[in-house]
């Protein structure tokens, strides 16, 4: 990095201020404490120009003075310098709530649809309709049964599993592999205004499983193997959520986060922005099966990512990345880098 780039990027972390600590408002037992890069576990071993790359993709949206000075030095990184970017213009920050860390994980699913529907494919990938945008639309049965979509356009696609449409609507976007080799990739378009009921606790309650069995496989092979209480059980979340296509996405890359950019497997993740920044490096020790310590960069949130210690790993698209991310539900600890003067502006014990 030139004296240039170093000088100016030390006069707005200087300038820049106290960070927001809105959280800590609503939350007396949050704590944050400036940790030392030798305290994260693995992290000489990680690749930080991995991780560099995926900042890249995300920084030049923050908003903050001393964010976009970061974002303008780590652009004029060597890639055999990354390691040495982030000690040099970070602290690792341990945020906590009081709540144990929880790790889950996520994926893009693909489906197999058409644009034509037939005997096939005949389940409607959905538009939102003009009249849902205020909320407090039809529920899930109702805009399956009442025949209400129908005839309208409002069409994306029709695909041949309602199950795999479920699970698509929970994930919040996913591509659709049509006959001719082409894909549809969609994104999240809006709900209609019913809360989520989750289908896993639904089956727990009825005894059907433990808690401990329920997986999202172990749901899509029960709603198979029982069609008519699976049906019911899937009504059971009145929630819907509904699509709009996104074609400016490369289908080489990943889907959309919520900073409105691609996702990287295995270096994205979702966090809750109270207390993580939306494209903060992120360094996470997951312990429990196939152990992980990583550096991620935070670009997606989740409407079930709430807390200081909770985070969504990305692992990718497609069957492999969906079975992978549905057996993780792991302890650990994840570690926030902050620029240098905002972590000690929000520690309460620096080291």
């Known amino acids: 990095m030139t004296g240039r780039w170093l000088a100016a990027l030390c006069a707005v972390l200087v300038m820049s201020g106290p960070p927001d600590t809105s959280a800590s408002e609503d939350s007396p037992e949050i704590t944050r404490r400036i940790l030392d890069f030798a305290q994260l576990d693995g992290w000489a071993n990680d690749d930080h120009t991995s991780a560099l790359a995926v900042f890249l993709n995300t920084c030049q949206d923050m908003k903050d003075p001393d964010w976009r000075a970061i974002c303008a030095a780590a652009?004029?990184?060597?890639?055999?310098?990354?390691?040495?970017?982030?000690?040099?213009?970070?602290?690792?920050?341990?945020?906590e709530d009081g709540s144990p860390m929880l790790f889950t994980g996520y994926f893009e699913p693909e489906l197999d649809g058409s644009r034509i529907?037939?005997?096939?494919?005949?389940?409607?990938?959905?538009?939102?309709?003009?009249?849902?945008?205020?909320?407090?639309?039809?529920?899930?049965?109702?805009?399956e049964t009442s025949g209400m979509m129908t005839g309208r356009g409002l069409e994306i696609a029709w695909v041949d599993d309602p199950v795999e449409l479920f699970f698509l609507q929970i994930q919040g976007s996913g591509r659709i592999r049509l006959?001719?080799?082409?894909?549809?990739?969609?994104?999240?378009?809006?709900?209609?205004?019913?809360?989520?009921?989750?289908?896993?606790?639904?089956?727990?309650?009825?005894?059907?499983?433990?808690?401990?069995?329920?997986?999202?496989?172990?749901?899509?092979?029960?709603v198979r193997?029982?069609?008519?209480?699976?049906?019911?059980?899937?009504?059971?979340?009145?929630?819907?959520?509904?699509?709009r296509q996104v074609d400016h996405v490369p289908a080489d890359k990943g889907p959309l986060g919520a900073m409105n950019r691609s996702i990287t497997p295995m270096r994205s993740i979702a966090v809750d922005p109270r207390y993580t920044p939306l494209g903060a490096p992120?360094?996470?020790e997951k312990e429990g099966h196939g152990p992980l310590h990583r550096l991620m960069i935070a670009q997606d949130t989740g409407?079930?990512?709430?807390?200081?210690?909770?985070?969504?790993?990305?692992?990718?698209?497609?069957?492999?990345?969906?079975?992978?991310?549905?057996?993780?539900?792991?302890?650990g600890r994840m570690v926030v880098l902050m620029p240098i003067q905002r972590a000690y502006a929000?520690?309460?014990?620096?080291?």
């Not at 289908?199 to 749901?219: K, T």
């Not at 929000?346 to 080291?351: G, T, Y």
């Open 225 to 243: 193997r029982n069609p008519f209480d699976g049906q019911e059980l899937l009504y059971h979340n009145p929630s819907y959520v509904f699509f």
């Open 117 to 143: 529907p037939d005997s096939r494919y005949r389940y409607p990938v959905y538009r939102m309709p003009p009249e849902a945008r205020g909320g407090n639309f039809l529920s899930r049965r109702e805009i």
């Open 75 to 95: 652009g004029h990184q060597k890639p055999e310098s990354a390691r040495a970017f982030f000690e040099l213009f970070f602290r690792p920050v341990l945020i």
């Open 303 to 331: 409407s079930a990512i709430k807390g200081a210690q909770r985070a969504d790993i990305f692992y990718g698209t497609g069957d492999a990345a969906g079975r992978a991310a549905g057996r993780m539900k792991d302890p």
């Open 346 to 351: 929000m520690a309460e014990d620096p080291v």
């Open 282 to 284: 992120v360094w996470i």
């Open 179 to 222: 006959p001719d080799g082409s894909a549809v990739r969609v994104g999240y378009g809006g709900k209609n205004g019913h809360p989520y009921r989750s289908i896993g606790q639904e089956l727990v309650r009825r005894g059907v499983y433990e808690p401990h069995q329920v997986s999202a496989q172990v749901i899509r092979n029960w």
